[in-house]
C-alpha cells in the first residue's frame, strides 16, 4: 500500500538532547513538508522540500534542522536550541507539480514530549 | 505566512446540519482544501473546491465560496458521532506552499 509512515508514534526526550524523526514515503512524491501542531494553533509549516538533496525553510525553522538525501525519506531533527519541543509532529507529502490534484498526502504523526 | 481564520469549537446534535466557516487572505488561491483530522493521527483530504467555482458537493458535504468575502464553509449534513474531529481548511497561494488554518474541533452530542 502506498502512504507515508512516521515513527515513532510516542517519542519521549530529556532536555538538551538532539532526536530525530523518520519520515518515509512511497508515493514517489517529489515535495515533502514538515509540521508542528500545537492546540488552538493549527498547523505550522517548519520546513520543506521540493526536490533531493533541496529544502527550504518554513515559518518556525529555528531550532530544527533536516536533510532530503533521498526521494523517500526527509527526516526532521529537533535540537536543543529549540526552546519548547512539545507538540505533535505532522510529516506531508505533495506530487510536487502544481496540478489540481496536487494535494498533501499526511502521515499519523509523532508526538514529541520533553520531559 | 497566510492568515487563515476558523472558529475553535461547533456542536451539533446528531442528525442535525453542521456548518464550519474559514476566511482567508489571498485571493490568488487557487485552490482552498478541506481536510479531516481524527484523535491522534494525520489530516485526510475530505475535499477540495476550485476558486472559480462557487459550490461544491459530495455525498453528505457541501463546500461554498464566496471569493469576494474571501469565505470558505463546509456543510455536514445529517451530521453522524463519526463526523466529531478537527477540520482543517487550507489555501495553496503558492505552488506546494500550505497555508492551514487554526482548525475547528466539532463534537456531535448523540
Known amino acids: 500500500d502506498g502512504g507515508i509512515t512516521q515513527s515513532p508514534k510516542y517519542l519521549f526526550r530529556k532536555e538538551g538532547q538532539n532526536v530525530t524523526l523518520s519520515c518515509e514515503q512511497n508515493?514517489?512524491?517529489?515535495?515533502m513538508y514538515w509540521y508542528r501542531q500545537d492546540p488552538g494553533q493549527g498547523l505550522r509549516l517548519i520546513y520543506y522540500?521540493?526536490?533531493?538533496?533541496?529544502?527550504q525553510k518554513g515559518d518556525i525553522a529555528e531550532g530544527y534542522s533536516v536533510s532530503r538525501e533521498k526521494k523517500e525519506s526527509f527526516p526532521l531533527t529537533v535540537t536543543s536550541a529549540q526552546k519548547n519541543p512539545t507538540a505533535f509532529y505532522l510529516c506531508?507529502?505533495?506530487?510536487?507539480?502544481?496540478?489540481?490534484?496536487?494535494?498533501?498526502?499526511f502521515g499519523p504523526g509523532t508526538r514529541l514530549t520533553v520531559l | 505566512g497566510e492568515d487563515v481564520e476558523q472558529s475553535l469549537f461547533l456542536s451539533v446534535r446528531e442528525g442535525d446540519s453542521s456548518v464550519i466557516n474559514c476566511t482567508y487572505t489571498?485571493?490568488?488561491?487557487?485552490?482552498l482544501y478541506w481536510y479531516k483530522q481524527e484523535p491522534g493521527a494525520g489530516l485526510q483530504l475530505l475535499t477540495y473546491?476550485?476558486?472559480?467555482?462557487d459550490m461544491k458537493q459530495d455525498q453528505r458535504l457541501t463546500v461554498l465560496l464566496n471569493k469576494k468575502d474571501k469565505h470558505l464553509s463546509l456543510r455536514i449534513a445529517d451530521t453522524q458521532t463519526g463526523d466529531s474531529a478537527i477540520y482543517f481548511c487550507?489555501?495553496?497561494?503558492?505552488?506546494?506552499?500550505?497555508?492551514f488554518g487554526t482548525g475547528t474541533s466539532l463534537t456531535v452530542i448523540p
Open positions: 506531508a507529502s505533495s506530487t510536487g507539480q502544481g496540478l489540481v490534484t496536487d494535494t498533501q498526502y
Open positions: 508515493l514517489n512524491h517529489d515535495a
Open positions: 522540500s521540493q526536490i533531493v538533496n533541496d529544502f
Open positions: 489571498d485571493s490568488s488561491s487557487t485552490y
Open positions: 473546491i476550485f476558486s472559480n467555482m
Open positions: 487550507a489555501e495553496t497561494p503558492f505552488s506546494n506552499q500550505f497555508y
